[in-house]
């Protein structure tokens, strides 16, 4: 217990911290749905309610490229490890892959709802695809094929998080569970109900001893 509020402790403090830094500003015309960085901390990524991808320059704060077709609004977006591809999901189930260098793009239609959460592992093999169809499918990013659909919860899929080791992969969903999947078996090591309250997010601590759940009302639990 007190470990838990060490935790928590420091968390708000965390956030006190952050509400006294200095920021920068940036404007759009689009309705703007999910941000992303790219992990050399160069670029961030708009995704936006008319299909399109911005990405900014942290340092000049100048639009770089734009990626989309202007249709559907992008829920989610994930950047591969080596910083050559974009990733985005959008509200009808579609997942655009995109070349930052040529733009070229490959479109994956897996799930008939929308996408929810997307996710690469350490050296960006496999992409993990969430939806609001309840299953998750894991895309293997060299053989451009899908290795397996995982099954397991009855409503949407709303958050994804990988464990340091990237053995073990959380998954969190509106049915009000969580579920720990093995990586290297795909097979559902354990479910855990969080008493009907649909999750929102989930995600592993630094060292993936522990992993928090976010819930719908306004609880956030740690477990270890």
Do not use: C
Request: charge should be positive; hydrophobic fraction near 40%.
């Amino acid at each position: 217990m007190k470990k838990l509020l060490l935790l928590i402790s420091l968390f708000i403090s965390s956030l006190y911290s952050f509400a006294q830094e200095e920021y920068e500003e940036f404007s759009f015309k689009k309705g703007i749905y999910h941000v992303t960085e790219s992990i050399d901390g160069e670029s961030f990524f708009v995704g936006t309610e008319k299909g399109e991808s911005i990405e900014v320059n942290k340092k000049s704060s100048e639009v770089i490229n734009t990626f989309g077709d202007e249709k559907n609004l992008i829920l989610t977006q994930a950047i591969s490890p080596n910083l050559h591809f974009l990733v985005t999901g959008d509200q009808k189930g579609i997942v655009n892959i995109w070349n930052r260098t040529t733009k070229e793009k490959k479109t994956i239609t897996l799930h008939k709802k929308a996408i929810t959460s997307l996710l690469f592992n350490y050296n960006g093999k496999i992409l993990v695809i969430a939806s609001a169809d309840g299953t998750i499918s894991i895309w293997d990013t060299y053989k451009t094929s899908k290795i397996i659909t995982l099954q397991g919860h009855k409503e949407a899929v709303t958050s994804l998080s990988l464990n340091p080791a990237e053995n073990r992969l959380l998954s969190g969903s509106y049915d009000g569970s969580v579920i720990i999947w093995d990586l290297r078996s795909f097979k559902k090591i354990h479910q855990l109900p969080m008493e009907g309250q649909k999750v929102r997010s989930v995600a592993y601590s630094h060292n993936g001893k522990y992993f928090a759940v976010g819930l719908e009302n306004k609880i956030v639990r740690i477990f270890n």
